[in-house]
């Protein structure tokens, strides 16, 4: 007889529970988890091969366990791109935001100590928090998904968690958040009891509107955390980054595992930083077709989101999963994020979103005959 998870002494929080992750299927058009669907450019991944093959030269040692260089070079991209400075002491990275995230509740979280999240929101928040020990509770949003500030705020003053999330964008509904509304929770928390606020800007790059960089002055329990995976195009890479006040930082070196980041992620990482303007070239054209997408899925007559990501969250279905499979069967592949009524599609060449448009299509028609 093959042996099953719960028939292991697994922890109790765990059981009856499932991985994360999405249908990985073999169909022309894959549009379901937030990839930026361009390749590397050329040039950066000749430069990639030349600063992997000298880091190859000394994989007998080693890599910098603080990855300095690597530190220095994301201060500087952030300090450009947001326009508030930061320098090396203010940034951390690991093996992709959720490895960042993972640290985080590490060092704040654990066990007798809880976490809030406004959901629906990114699902790995509750699942790192359950892998840590960390109690989650779920906080409430408006019908537009927007956040329910007054009852955040009572909810964070009943449950006063220790760490508070904010996505902004978010996932899968690619609202944005106010600064005035991270501000006004990030009193909250410190009213309720000094607490970490975390603000999720994985596709920051994609927004209408700014960074919360600035509000880290005077903030010292404010973490920013970034990805590459996304904007960057590195989604292969697993490399992710935090801004805060560098006791933060210096905080989250208690749990990191010795060397973390190999001197290969440190590398590749290094050379697409210093493509950065090429890449965000292409985060402008797919800001575009974003914007694109909510034109022409508004005109077929589908409700959506306001979108500040790369993706687009549409409905309302009757039975989204029929929808899903329906779309599916036209060679696209779009996510079911189990938020009632509603699709998740990710903005992709436009090609690939001509062929969703007329897949989506085809399908309003025949959910209307």
């Not at 990114?122 to 892998?131: D, E, K, N, Q, V």
């Not at 978010?170 to 410190?190: C, D, F, K, R, S």
């Amino acid at each position: 007889m093959n042996t099953r998870i719960d028939d292991l002494p697994v922890r109790d929080e765990l059981r009856g529970k499932s991985p994360y992750g999405a249908p990985q299927l073999d169909v022309p058009v894959r549009l379901n988890t937030n990839e930026n669907p361009y390749p590397l450019p050329e040039p950066l991944v000749e430069r990639i091969a030349e600063r992997v093959r000298e880091a190859a030269r000394h994989l007998n040692r080693y890599p910098d366990r603080d990855a300095v260089e690597l530190r220095t070079k994301l201060a500087e991209y952030l300090t450009r791109t947001a326009g508030h400075e930061v320098g090396p002491a203010n940034v951390w990275a690991a093996n992709g935001s959720n490895e960042v995230l993972q640290q985080l509740l590490q060092t704040f979280g654990g066990p007798g100590r809880t976490a809030i999240g406004f959901e629906p929101s990114y699902s790995m928040h509750a699942l790192i928090a359950r892998g840590t020990g960390t109690g989650w509770i779920s906080g409430p949003r408006n019908d537009d998904f927007t956040i329910d500030l007054a009852a955040a705020e009572k909810a964070i003053a009943e449950h006063r968690p220790d760490v508070v999330f904010v996505t902004t964008p978010n996932n899968p509904t690619g609202t944005a958040v106010p600064p005035e509304t991270v501000v006004a929770l990030y009193e909250a928390a410190q009213a309720a009891k000094p607490s970490m606020v975390i603000a999720d800007e994985a596709y920051i790059e994609f927004s209408h509107g700014d960074s919360l960089l600035p509000l880290l002055d005077g903030r010292p329990h404010l973490v920013i955390s970034r990805t590459m995976s996304k904007a960057f195009g590195a989604a292969g890479l697993r490399l992710g980054y935090l801004a805060a006040d560098p006791a933060v930082v210096d905080a989250v070196q208690l749990v990191r595992l010795p060397y973390h980041l190999s001197a290969v992620t440190q590398a590749t990482a290094l050379a697409a930083l210093e493509h950065t303007d090429t890449l965000l070239g292409y985060v402008e054209q797919l800001k575009a077709e974003r914007d694109r997408l909510v034109g022409e899925l508004l005109a077929i007559g589908y409700e959506v989101t306001a979108s500040d990501a790369n993706f687009v969250q549409f409905g309302r279905f009757a039975d989204a999963h029929e929808a899903w499979r329906k779309i599916l069967d036209r060679g696209v592949l779009v996510r079911d994020n189990g938020v009632p009524g509603w699709l998740r599609v990710t903005a992709g060449t436009p090609e690939e979103n001509d062929a969703f448009l007329d897949a989506v299509r085809e399908v309003k028609k025949e959910l209307n005959a």
